[in-house]
């Protein structure tokens, strides 16, 4: 399986038309793709793919009720539908996530039970029996630094860090790299950077020198996207993948929106080739 | 971090190392690793080691909101007053724990100001 969590600690890098447009390359690809929006805030991947209208409804079923043990088994109930991906869209109730998964681990330990908080949405997910039915995962955690990254990084045990190429975005990464230190060794588990991809970049001397830096680092840059944001509002604007954006909202296509296109599908191509994701049988 | 993809966490339990599923019972024991009783008996606890698990037993270990924060500040504050480039947060807990178990009165104090002995 392809399973990544799509993550940066910086906000407004384009974390999660990443997700979105990744999934849908992969899933353009044969892949069965689940995506899993855990970001609270309005303006997620819920919203970008529009399915988003049960975010604030309290009493609609949603992932913290599975996180915390009160629905349990199959994902169906919850999950939605977005141009050939399943997503499991955000809710606004995992905002106080943190509170409720530490409610729990509270009581769980009155019965002398074990329960880590950060460990929770794995257990969903295969309870769920998501190997069965997806071969990539993708996950957008919201930006900061609590338990739904901790889920999703030890769910997913890899990274994808949207980074823009300024000297704030080269510092969010070595940031990063704490931070999954503290958690590798918190949870015991082993968690690999798939690819750094750096985004917004324009080509001034000062980003050049810092892609440059990136490539030679440690970490591999499969693709780098230039400045889209007329594609990227334009997107968010219809709520939709910029695969769906430029075939019916463009009156003309641009030979370097059609470049980002591809970028996505070399990025898809390259991730399902780290780790040997085959098409599923149909 | 390492370069690449991380190892599969849908993977058949057997073929994976590293990750478990969760144990109902609280104390789980790590398997001890063998190892010489000199070797043991000569070096620091640090460094006899081949991680940051070793002869130890994970409990749960429930605290406020605000020991977790402290706790953190103790972590930073540590790793400025010793030498090494980290200090690994599994060690700053069993130290703090056994510097209150060192220290009774302290630790009587701070059950006074939750309300023992009243």
């Known amino acids: 399986m392809l399973t990544a969590t799509v993550y940066s600690e910086a906000g407004g890098v384009g974390k999660t038309s990443l997700t979105a447009n990744l999934g849908r390359a992969l899933s353009d690809a044969g892949h069965e793709v689940l995506l899993i929006d855990l970001d609270p805030q309005d303006a997620s991947l819920s919203y970008l793919l529009d399915v988003d209208d049960e975010r604030d409804n309290p009493e609609a079923n949603n992932l913290v009720r599975y996180l915390v043990g009160r629905s349990e088994g199959s994902l169906e109930p919850i999950i939605r539908e977005a141009e050939g991906m399943d997503i499991i869209p955000s809710h606004n109730m995992l905002e106080q996530i943190s509170k409720h998964l530490q409610r729990r681990a509270n009581e769980a330990a009155d019965f002398g039970e074990s329960f880590n908080v950060n460990k929770q949405l794995l257990r969903v997910l295969r309870e769920a029996g998501v190997q069965d039915k997806y071969d990539v995962i993708l996950i957008d955690p919201a930006a900061t630094a609590d338990t739904k990254v901790y889920n999703a990084i030890h769910a997913t045990r890899s990274l994808i860090i949207p980074f823009e190429p300024t000297g704030k975005g080269s510092q969010s990464v070595s940031g990063l790299e704490d931070l999954v230190l503290g958690l590798e060794e918190q949870l015991s588990i082993d968690v690999g950077v798939m690819g750094i991809v750096p985004n917004k970049y324009k080509d001034t001397r000062d980003q050049q020198q810092i892609i440059t830096e990136v490539q030679d680092g440690p970490y591999a840059v499969p693709v780098v996207f230039r400045e889209r944001s007329s594609l990227i509002e334009g997107c968010w604007n219809k709520q939709c993948t910029a695969f769906k954006y430029i075939p019916e909202h463009r009156k003309r296509e641009r030979d370097y929106e059609r470049d980002t296109l591809e970028k996505f599908e070399t990025l898809a191509e390259w991730c399902a080739s780290e780790v040997g994701l085959e098409v599923m049988e149909a | ?118």
Do not use: C, H
Not at chain 2, 26 to 42: A, L
């Open chain 2, 1 to 118: 971090m390492k370069s690449g993809a991380g190892a599969d966490p849908f993977a058949d339990e057997d073929e994976e190392s590293g990750s478990e599923v969760e144990l109902e019972d609280p104390i789980e024991t790590e398997t001890q690793r063998e190892r010489q009783d000199d070797e043991s008996k000569q070096l620091p606890y640090l460094y006899a080691r081949d991680n940051v698990k070793d002869d130890r037993s994970q409990t749960p270990m429930f605290i406020q909101e605000d020991t977790e924060d402290e706790l953190g500040k103790l972590q930073r504050d540590l790793e400025d007053m010793l030498s090494d480039d980290r200090v690994y947060k599994t060690d700053v807990v069993e130290a703090a724990l056994l510097a209150g178990i060192q220290n009774p009165d302290e630790t009587a104090a701070i059950l006074r100001d939750w309300g023992y002995d009243y």
